[in-house]
């Protein structure tokens, strides 16, 4: 296996390539749209909602709150899910500064 070799890159490259790779899945899009949507923290109507299975949401939420772009916290048995407003901020701001408008203002490109 080959190493990615992430050292050759400056940081703000590999922070907008982890934050990409936190969100490169259909169903933590799913989860994320739905917990904007809802706006408040989430509990147990992901699984209705998303009709994935328990497990399956599971390690979708668990690889989402590692990258920082949620926050759960314990309710009795459960845990409850929500957008950690920071980090979601900082998300908009890479992402809008890395898609910069290009091309010839016409639209029809360079090819």
């Not at 070799?5 to 989860?31: C, Y």
């Not at 500064?97 to 639209?107: A, I, K, L, Q, S």
Request: proline share 4%.
């Amino acid at each position: 296996m080959g190493s990615t070799k992430t050292d050759l890159f400056n940081k703000k490259q590999n922070e907008l390539a982890n934050m990409a790779k936190a969100i490169a899945h259909p169903a933590r899009i799913a989860i994320l749209e739905q917990l904007v949507k809802t706006n408040a923290c989430i509990c147990g109507d992901l699984v209705v909602e998303l009709g994935l299975a328990q497990p399956t949401i599971s390690q979708h939420l668990k690889e989402l709150k590692l990258a920082g772009i949620i926050q759960g916290s314990v309710e009795g048995t459960s845990v409850c899910y929500c957008i950690d407003p920071k980090v979601w901020k900082k998300f908009r701001e890479f992402f809008n500064n890395f898609f910069v408008e290009v091309g010839d203002p016409t639209g029809e490109g360079c090819c």
